[in-house]
């Protein structure tokens, strides 16, 4: 029952609008290699800047200065948007998930 419940989920996240919006906005930066660079280049610094965990002013400047030049670029900005929403997505789903087990995973945290 709980691996049909998970793949109900599954399909209802691949149905979703921001999904079906983040696939079409991936197969229209996939035709523009530039956007596709510009793209690719802000979201492993993104993904960087969360790595690292600091909300350090000199990294967020820089994550505006290229989102601020990406955004010039309509298909590279239309897909970090699409990305940046599916993302919200799956962190909001997972927070969720991780709540409800929540209880039988702090036994650690009392230490």
Do not use: C, W
């Amino acid at each position: 029952m709980m691996y049909d419940k998970a793949h109900e989920l599954a399909n209802v996240l691949k149905e979703s609008a921001e999904y079906r919006e983040f696939l079409a906005a991936r197969d229209v930066l996939a035709t523009d290699p530039e956007a596709k660079k510009m793209a690719k280049e802000f979201i492993m610094a993104l993904g960087y800047e969360a790595i690292k965990g600091t909300d350090e002013k000199e990294g967020m400047d820089k994550l505006q200065q290229m989102y601020e030049v990406l955004s010039h670029n309509a298909k590279a900005r239309d897909f970090v948007d699409a990305y940046t929403r599916f993302q919200r997505v799956m962190a909001d789903v997972s927070k969720i998930i991780g709540e409800a087990v929540a209880e039988g995973m702090d036994i650690f945290a009392k230490d």
